[in-house]
């Protein structure tokens, strides 16, 4: 900011210089005789007060720099570099500001996709543990039911055994009773057992 201030100097130096040279300027013309060979008579431009003028224009000028150099440039340059400085913390701010947003929104991204991978995997886990629990009830079931099969088919099997028992004595009693009655004489129990079984294995 010193270079601002330096260059705000210079600026109002320049001015007052160029103040100085048209007061001049306009000095000069006004004491050269006119056309009309009549001289101006206006105070500022009279020769017999150039002295005077002069020096009040140098005390002006002199006393306008120094306010300018050393009370109203410095306080506008503090004032340009405390506002420059407050745009650069504003900057850095917003600068820190986008930088974190951007680590937020990466972070919420991971945080999706790690959510995504482990939703993914529990259902992957689910399906198969459902799989294996339905093939376990499958096998259970048919287990269970192959076990009440053969238990079927035992029961059934001891009741064909007890019928054909069965139906073995009462062959024998009724081929004993029929052979009793057309011959008039009874065979023996051994012979009507062996004379069924034979009739049951080619029947």
Do not use: C
């Amino acid at each position: 900011m010193p270079v601002r201030s330096s260059g705000f100097a210079r600026q109002g130096w320049l001015l007052a210089v160029g103040s100085f040279a048209t007061l001049a300027a306009g000095a000069a013309q006004a004491a050269t005789p006119g056309l009309s060979g009549e001289k101006a008579s206006f105070p500022p431009f009279d020769p017999a007060h150039f002295a005077s003028n002069l020096f009040w224009l140098a005390v002006t000028f002199a006393a306008l720099y120094w306010l300018m150099s050393k009370v109203a440039l410095p306080r506008l340059g503090s004032i340009l570099e405390e506002r420059a400085e407050t745009i650069g913390r504003d900057l850095d701010q917003a600068t820190q500001m986008q930088a974190k947003a951007e680590d937020m929104a990466q972070a919420y991204e991971k945080a999706l996709a790690e959510a995504r991978k482990n939703a993914q995997g529990i259902a992957q886990t689910a399906r198969e543990a459902g799989a294996k629990a339905s093939d376990a009830q499958r096998h259970a079931t048919e287990a269970e039911l192959a076990a009440k099969m053969a238990q079927a088919e035992a029961t059934i099997a001891k009741t064909k055994t007890k019928a054909m028992g069965n139906v073995r004595d009462l062959g024998s009693d009724i081929a004993v009773a029929i052979v009793a009655k057309l011959t008039g004489q009874a065979p023996s129990a051994s012979e009507a057992s062996a004379a069924v079984d034979q009739a049951l294995t080619h029947g």
